[in-house]
């Protein structure tokens, strides 16, 4: 393997489609061509991608691949070959890491990628960026598609202001939690979540933001069944109960942030975070969770959540 001489030996992260091919960019088709290696969450998913675009995933056959690390047989260049396709995830980063930052050393330019659109977003790969830095490497970005930023284009909502929040914990009492953080953010916010939970965090949002926060749904997006629908967080639970398609697929949901800061001092603003607490907790220990998630004094919002038990 020759080391390409337009090639500047450094970490490059490279955006994908996140679902309609006629997305990849040129730029990041020429750096996927001619890069030593390319670090993938799926090489079976990438391996498609690259195949589409005609990016050979071999290399070849020469005296330059002699000095090159030879840790195990399905990762590192060999002598006579090897496969420029590295699996690069959350539960191999720690041993890939070193490994890729070694090769750079040598020589030899890194092209990252994820399964769809921008690397870093909701994956491991902050792990090898920050890695490089400590390294002195070079780490350029080949820009592209972002689900997040494509959701929050079309959402309708404040743009000027946003916070990308990611997935929600998979269990209730968790995701539930981190919603009662949110709950008096005024910047709009973006998720992602699962087909498999969407209708459970989209109730759990209802409740603890309001059924009549603005949030607009999107689903599939640049695939042909793309879904972009604004509403209400009441009302989207109810269309995505009424259909089984909006259940499935990657989904992104961009939720308006509040219209002013709650006041602290008003304890019926906290009604439906203190309702959902008391189904699992008692007054006392309820009191002190919602304490500490909204700053209220703890016996105020015990004293009202006496009050809530006895309606």
């Known amino acids: 393997m020759s080391i390409p001489t337009a090639m500047p030996a450094c970490l490059y992260i490279v955006a994908t489609p996140i679902g309609n091919l006629t997305d990849m960019t040129p730029h990041a088709i020429d750096i996927l061509k001619q890069a030593a290696i390319i670090a993938c969450e799926d090489t079976r998913t990438s391996g498609k991608l690259l195949s589409h675009f005609g990016i050979d995933t071999k290399g070849g056959k020469t005296d330059d691949t002699k000095d090159l690390l030879s ?83 079309v ?45 459970a965090s989209l109730e759990d949002m209802a409740t603890i933001f309001g059924a009549e926060r603005e949030v607009t749904f999107c689903r599939e997006l640049t695939k042909t069944f793309e879904t972009v629908h604004k509403s209400t967080l009441g009302n989207l639970v109810d269309f995505v109960k009424a259909d089984d398609n909006q259940q499935r697929g990657e989904i992104v949901v961009v939720v308006a942030g509040v219209s002013a800061a709650k006041d602290a001092d008003d304890i019926s603003a906290h009604d ?18 919602a304490a500490d998630i909204t700053g209220v004094k703890k016996n105020a919002l015990y004293q009202r959540l006496l009050a809530l038990q006895a309606e």
Request: proline residues 5%; aromatic residues 6%.
């Open 71 to 153: 840790h195990d047989a399905d990762t590192t260049p060999k002598q006579k070959g090897h496969n420029k396709l590295w699996a690069y995830h959350e539960h191999n980063s720690a041993v890939q890491t070193p490994k890729i930052i070694e090769m750079i050393g040598q020589g030899y330019s890194v092209a990252l990628i994820s399964d769809a659109g921008t690397p870093l977003v909701s994956d491991p790969g902050y792990q090898l960026v920050q890695a490089a830095h400590a390294a002195g490497v070079t780490v350029s970005p080949i820009v592209g598609a972002s689900a997040a930023i494509a959701a929050l284009s």
């Open 272 to 289: 439906a975070l203190l309702q959902r607490l008391l189904e699992d907790l008692s007054v006392k220990k309820a009191a002190a969770l």
């Open 155 to 199: 959402a309708g909502l404040p743009s000027d202001r946003f916070s990308f929040i990611g997935f929600l914990p998979a269990k209730a009492h968790g995701r539930q939690k981190q919603l009662a953080t949110l709950d008096t953010r005024t910047e709009t916010l973006i998720f992602y979540e699962a087909p498999h939970r969407i209708v």
